[in-house]
């Protein structure tokens, strides 16, 4: 990891307060080793231009700390072609981090870099839940927590998060299957709207988002480009794929600022902006 001092406190209590600390990886090893998400079978054959992902990431990365964003960086492993999206594996709820429990095999060694910066940290985390849960599958609402039913997410991983924290509403979402994470289809922007790609999810979870959020819908396109994975940072302030005109068009229009970074080369692993992101304090 960078030289660099790294506050010890843990608070994400939402998905759009300001962002202070963040763990990232740069995605100097990444390929596609196995094909292990829709997305990537699009892009099998051409794989990934590392340095031109390197780039993307370098140009996103500067764009949060030039709004004061505390970019913390893990050491990329060679082993690990899918590192970058630190997202996965953990996440935290208000003041605990939990480490995620990894469904698939090539991403199960990578909580090992994250385990061991917390403990040279003196971070606290939680340890795994039974089953198999990720963080691109957990969205943060206050006192309730959404989480996606995923491939890669277990019904019991869920139900034990429930009992694990009963002063909260975990609220499962039954995803499509091709559907990778929750945060592919669904991100909340501010204390009332949120990104959805409606088919993605039953009828029943439809209603439940339509009843507590204004929904802005994302277009078939917008989601293979991952379009409601932005990153909010704060203060209205949202990083989105500058390709997702129309999307950014209405993001404006409703009040947010627009950071609009072109992140293609790492799209095409089947994870963006939020992916990439391992939020450890909120403000």
Do not use: W
């Given at each position: 990891?960078?030289?660099?001092?790294?506050?010890?406190?843990?608070?994400?209590?939402?998905?759009?307060?300001?962002?202070?600390?963040?763990?990232?990886?740069?995605?100097?090893?990444?390929?596609?080793?196995?094909?292990?998400?829709?997305?990537?079978?699009?892009y099998e054959n051409s794989n990934i231009n590392i340095s031109l992902a390197l780039q993307q990431h370098e140009e996103f990365v500067k764009v949060l700390k030039d709004h004061n964003v505390n970019v913390l960086e893990l050491s990329a492993d060679p082993q690990l072609p899918e590192q970058v999206f630190t997202r996965d594996i953990g996440f935290t709820i208000q003041d605990e981090l939990?480490?995620?429990?990894?469904?698939e095999s090539v991403r199960q060694p990578e909580i090992n870099t994250l385990k061991a910066f917390l403990e040279d940290n003196s971070i606290t985390y939680k340890e795994v839940l039974p089953g198999s849960i990720e963080g691109g599958d957990v969205v943060m609402d206050g006192s309730t927590v959404w989480v996606g039913n995923s491939g890669r997410t277990s019904q019991v991983a869920i139900q034990e998060l429930q009992k694990r924290l009963p002063s909260y509403n975990v609220q499962p979402l039954s995803l499509r299957n091709d559907i990778l994470h929750l945060d592919c289809v669904f991100n909340i922007i501010s204390k009332d709207i949120a990104l959805v790609y409606p088919p993605a999810f039953t009828?029943?979870?439809?209603?439940?988002?339509?009843?507590?959020?204004q929904l802005i819908h994302v277009s078939d396109e917008e989601q293979f480009h991952m379009g409601p994975n932005v990153l909010s940072i704060g203060?209205?302030?949202?990083?989105?794929?500058?390709q997702n005109k129309r999307l950014n068009r209405i993001l404006t229009s409703l009040g947010f600022r627009v950071l609009p970074v072109d992140f293609s080369e790492i799209i095409k692993s089947g994870g963006s902006f939020r992916c990439c992101t391992l939020p450890l304090e909120r403000g």
């Open positions: 990891m960078n030289g660099v001092a790294v506050d010890q406190t843990i608070q994400c209590c939402t998905e759009y307060t300001s962002l202070k600390n963040v763990l990232v990886v740069k995605p100097s090893f990444m390929r596609m080793t196995e094909i292990i998400n829709e997305t990537q079978k699009h939990y480490i995620a429990s990894m469904s009828k029943a979870d439809m209603r439940k988002l339509e009843a507590r959020f203060n209205g302030k949202i990083v989105s794929l500058s």
